[in-house]
């Protein structure tokens, strides 16, 4: 490395110098693609266009914008070796973990190096006494609760999309469980960062994996949902979960959205400890009905789980089916068997696509915003009144036991001026929801469709700062190294 690092001092340490010149794409270097292959071999980079292309977009409809090469690492020490090599010469860097962002956070705007981090897919380290457990970033969500199956824990932060675990960490993830076990921020001990330069930093010390600390700044909670602007995360040290004894899903339908949004509101104020609480509009319940063989009322309609043991679920079901039904609920019912509980579960994760399949030769645009719960009947209301004044396609469902909720639009991609309707419907959305004093995102992140909604959601001071970040003067790209469908 010694070699590469004075190679690169003879290329100078000016950004950009050897690459392209600054703010336009170029392709990198002969000699840098060299020094790429020198740190991690031959066989894990790739220039190929193919390769590079696909690593250029995710889920959303962002532009691909592919970066000029893609590279491999194998361990810490490679990662560490790539970001000070690309950081010595102004080489931006994007990581890159499954791609299922939402928000285009992997494009690569300025070209440069997408630092692809799903060969490290070791789980590094369980304590089953302290409940944590050390994964690398190429470990998935649904890769550790296999490896955790027989351990009688679970790590309960699920996205939707199996994003690697570190991704999730990067764009601040959560998903249909946080009302009950929170979001990834309560859920992240300790993370090991390669910072731009290629120190390397444990957010909480080398090995610590404690609940609680007051000691000094909190630089775990800095690097969750920095979207790889600070570091690339190489691993993360996670909080596990005691897995449920029992487990029974409901169902109910409503004759409006009102009425279903209030029967969350009051779920959650009568204090019961529902493990989610998910809801879906009258256009994503006929969308799953078609798309998951389903037989449930085309209305707005609301999953729940409950955990606990069998005495304490039976009470628990009993008094969210007399919410329910106080609000006008019909059709409630329930399933206790595995098989039954699992078949509803993945209709809901396949809502997007579900959506997708209702216009085929469509494609789909997803935002998401977050606000206080008092405020989510209005908000959910109103959107379903904007959609319909927009003349657009879309469906409304969400994680409503903490707020947030998305939007799914079906965009005819020879149609522009769908698109600006679509664009001008999200812009619309986030800033509803800052004036009802929530946030343009709840789980989807930033990445590069929610800058100027960042700025505004800000203080003037800190919209300067977000602007900075914009600038890239790190060297880092904005880019998540995995993300989440709704």
């Known amino acids: 490395m010694a070699n590469l690092l004075r190679a690169a001092a003879t290329w100078g340490l000016f950004p950009w110098r050897g690459y392209c010149s600054r703010g336009t794409q170029g392709e990198l270097s002969k000699g840098f693609v060299e020094a790429l292959k020198a740190v991690v071999g031959s066989s894990h980079v790739s220039t190929a266009v193919a390769v590079r292309q696909q690593h250029g977009h995710d889920e959303s409809m962002h532009r691909c914008q592919p970066p000029d090469a893609v590279v491999w690492p194998q361990n810490v020490e490679q990662v560490s070796q790539l970001a000070a090599l690309c950081y010595s010469q102004g080489v931006p860097i994007i990581p890159f973990g499954t791609g299922t962002g939402l928000e285009g956070g992997v494009c690569a705007v300025q070209g440069g190096v997408c630092i692809n981090l799903t060969h490290m897919d070791k789980i590094l380290e369980l304590n089953r006494e302290d409940f944590s457990v050390v994964v690398e970033p190429g470990v998935t969500h649904k890769a550790l609760n296999t490896h955790l199956r027989d351990s009688g824990l679970w790590f309960p932060v699920d996205p939707g999309a199996d994003a690697s675990l570190c991704g999730m960490v990067a764009t601040g993830a959560s998903g249909t469980n946080a009302v009950r076990y929170g979001t990834m921020r309560e859920n992240v001990l300790n993370l090991e960062v390669v910072l731009p330069g290629g120190e390397l930093l444990h957010t909480a010390g080398l090995g610590r994996h404690f609940r609680k600390s007051a000691a000094g700044y909190n630089l775990t909670g800095l690097f969750v949902g920095s979207e790889g602007t600070l570091g690339l995360i190489t691993a993360a040290t996670l909080r596990l979960h005691p897995a449920p004894e029992a487990t029974v899903v409901a169902t109910c339908a409503f004759p409006s959205v009102q009425a279903a949004v209030d029967s969350t509101v009051h779920i959650l104020q009568a204090a019961v400890p529902v493990a989610r609480i998910e809801f879906l509009d ?55 068997e595995a ?65 947030n909720f ?16 679509v664009m001008a419907f999200s812009e ?15 789980e989807h992140g930033i990445g590069l469709g929610k800058r100027q ?34």
Not at 342 to 348: E, I, K
Not at 428 to 442: E, F, N, S, V
Request: aromatic letters at 4%; a negative charge.
């Open 282 to 336: 009258d256009v994503t319940m006929d969308a799953c009905n078609k798309h998951s063989q389903l037989n449930c009322s085309v209305a707005p309609t609301l999953f729940l789980e409950f955990h606990g043991s069998e005495q304490v679920l039976a009470e628990q079901l009993q008094r969210a089916e007399e919410i329910t039904q106080d609000n006008g609920a019909f059709h409630f019912s329930s399933a206790k």
């Open 339 to 403: 098989e039954e509980r699992s078949r509803l579960w993945a209709a809901r994760h396949s809502a997007w696509y579900a959506v997708l399949a209702l216009r085929p030769g469509y494609k789909g645009y997803s935002t998401d915003v977050c606000v206080p719960i008092s405020r989510l009947p209005e908000i959910l209301v109103q959107t379903k009144e904007d959609l319909k004044a927009q003349g657009l396609t879309g469906a409304i469902l969400g994680h409503v036991g903490d707020g």
């Open 406 to 421: 998305h939007c799914l639009l079906l965009v005819d991609p020879e149609d522009p001026e769908e698109l600006h309707r």
């Open 428 to 442: 619309l959305l986030g800033r509803r929801a800052l004036a009802l004093h929530g946030t343009c995102t709840g």
């Open 453 to 486: 909604l960042l700025q505004e959601e800000n203080s003037s001071a800190s919209a300067q700062n977000c602007r900075g970040l914009a600038c890239l003067p790190l060297g880092l790209s904005l880019a998540a190294a995995g993300g989440q469908l709704p």
